[in-house]
């Protein structure tokens, strides 16, 4: 009697613990449910299936990080984004919507509170439309998601989330675009993999992917860069898909090698408007 007394009272309590964990995870999203203004660059969130691409580095070293794994669809988590609507969002002539670039950050970056969100600004276009000078003519929406502490980046999660803006969103499906540093170069590639119809052009930056998908993306203009120094993520990881890619017939693929450059060449390029230029010249 005094066993089921024990586990009744631990059923309870695990029941009235998830049913927390649910509200307080209901109350975050409809806290975050309200649009930002054009111009601006707010937080929001979404639950979605949960993530099981998992990834210890120290254990497991970059070979796995670009690993695809599935969703657990038995389980749900929130998933933070920093959100922009370029200024003309309300009043643009296009009525098919305006354009939509998705960035992923690197390893650095990731987080699990609502206060670890900030640390997505420090690099990539989410640090750069903070700045009126830049955002002044940006013409995308700006997606710019968080991935969690010993993970990395989930493709099918992602284009969940895509879904998620598009149902909520004018967006232009035609013009959609992604583009990644380190960690998120590597989730920029899988991306790709995980739906290659789903993007006009691509720039990932020092990440890497698997030579065999070259054939699914052929036909994809993809701007591809890398510093030659790169003590972090050999050079050789972008070469051997770049080198895949030309092999199976891609004319669209462009690979920029920085001399004597190192990990970070992220700054550089971004800092440079012909990469926005070309990116955003593309639609599907």
């Known amino acids: 009697m005094f066993r089921f007394l024990i586990c009744f009272v631990c059923f309870i309590f695990c029941t009235m613990f998830s049913s927390r964990n649910a509200l307080n995870a209901e109350e975050e999203v409809a806290k975050n449910s309200e649009k930002p203004l054009p111009g601006t660059q707010v937080v929001q969130s979404v639950e979605l299936p949960a993530s099981t691409s998992t990834w210890n580095y120290k254990k497991e070293g970059i070979n796995s990080i670009g690993k695809p794994r599935p969703l657990d669809m038995s389980k749900t988590e929130i ?36 206060e670890e969100i900030t640390k997505v600004k420090v690099h990539g276009p989410p640090k750069l439309l903070d700045k009126p ?25 992602l284009i969940l989330l895509l879904d998620h803006i598009e149902q909520n969103y004018k967006i232009n499906k035609q013009r959609i675009y992604v583009t990644g540093i380190s960690m998120g170069g590597f989730g920029t590639w899988m991306c790709l993999n995980e739906s290659p119809q789903r993007f006009a052009a691509a720039a990932p930056i020092c990440g890497g992917a698997k030579p065999e998908w070259a054939e699914k993306l052929v036909e994809i203009p993809i701007w591809n860069f890398h510093g030659d120094k790169d003590g972090a993520i050999p050079l050789s990881m972008s070469q051997n898909i770049v080198d895949a890619i030309h092999k199976a017939g891609g004319e669209k693929m462009i690979f920029t090698i920085y001399e004597n450059g190192q990990h970070d060449v992220w700054t550089r390029t971004y800092d440079n408007q012909l990469l926005f230029d070309w990116l955003f010249s593309h639609h599907l």
């Open 79 to 114: 998933v933070r984004y920093w959100i922009y609507l370029p200024r003309d969002y309300e009043t643009q002539k296009n009525s098919n919507g305006s354009p939509l670039l998705l960035f992923l950050h690197g390893a650095g970056e990731r987080g699990n509170t609502p």
């Open 133 to 157: 000078e830049f955002n002044k003519t940006f013409p995308c929406v700006t997606v710019s998601p968080q991935c969690k502490h010993d993970f990395a980046w989930s493709p099918p999660q």
